[in-house]
């Protein structure tokens, strides 16, 4: 079994930045993608970013440009820094990762949340 433990959150004011960071225990070598999402009050819970084993990154449109995830296989943590914060960013960021179980099967193992607020 896999836990992931997030860090990092807080209150942020418009246009600054906050650095989210997430480790994973148990099983990890059996880690392939992973990523974070969020979810805002009231709206469903998007893609903001997500790693491959090898470094390959993809970002959700909303952050493209802003927000840069980053990954160290070594110590399997998986860290999300975002700059350029804006208020629409409020919500609770969830570290996720998929765990490979078998060539045709796995789980995706998610983090308890941390959540961020940008306000003024």
Known sequence: QVQLVE???GLVQPGGSLRLSCAASG???SVVNMGW???APGR????????TGDGSANYGDSVKGRFTISRDNAKMTVDL???SLKPEDTADYYCHAYVKL???TGYTAWGQGTQVTVSS
């Open 7 to 9: 860090s990092g959150g």
């Open 27 to 29: 099983s990890s070598f």
């Open 37 to 39: 999402s969020r979810r």
């Open 44 to 51: 469903q819970r998007e893609l903001v970013a997500s790693i």
């Open 81 to 83: 820094q975002m700059n």
């Open 102 to 104: 078998t060539s045709t």
